[in-house]
C-alpha cells in the first residue's frame, strides 16, 4: 500500500480509500492490525506491542524492554 519498488515511501504512491478511512474510524486497532500483518514481516509476534511494552533487539544479545512510559523518558533525555 505505501512502499514502492525501491522501498521508499512517498505521498504520492499512498493508496487509501473511503473504505480504508471508514474501516480505521470504525476499529482503529483492528485496522493497524490488518496493515501490519498484510504489510510488514514481523520476526516475532507483533501483537506484543499492544500489550504496553516495547521489545527492542539490536545486535546479537542486545535486548530491551521498555514500557512506553520508560521509551518517553529515553526519548526526552536522547532530544535535550
Known amino acids: 500500500m505505501l512502499f514502492t519498488a ?7 504512491d499512498a493508496v487509501i480509500t473511503t473504505a480504508d478511512y471508514a474501516e480505521a474510524d470504525a476499529d482503529r486497532p483492528a485496522f493497524w492490525t490488518k496493515q ?6 514481523w520476526n516475532k509476534d507483533f501483537s506484543q506491542a499492544w500489550t504496553g511494552a516495547i521489545y527492542f533487539e539490536g545486535e546479537p ?19 535535550n
Not at 525501491?6 to 504520492?12: P, R
Not at 544479545?61 to 532530544?79: F, I, P
Request: charged share 25%; glycine share 4%; hydrophobic share 35%.
Open 36 to 41: 501490519a500483518r498484510e504489510l510488514l514481516t
Open 6 to 12: 525501491n522501498g521508499i515511501a512517498t505521498v504520492t
Open 61 to 79: 544479545s542486545d535486548t530491551r524492554t521498555y514500557t512506553y512510559a520508560q521509551l518517553t523518558d529515553e526519548v526526552k533525555r536522547a532530544a
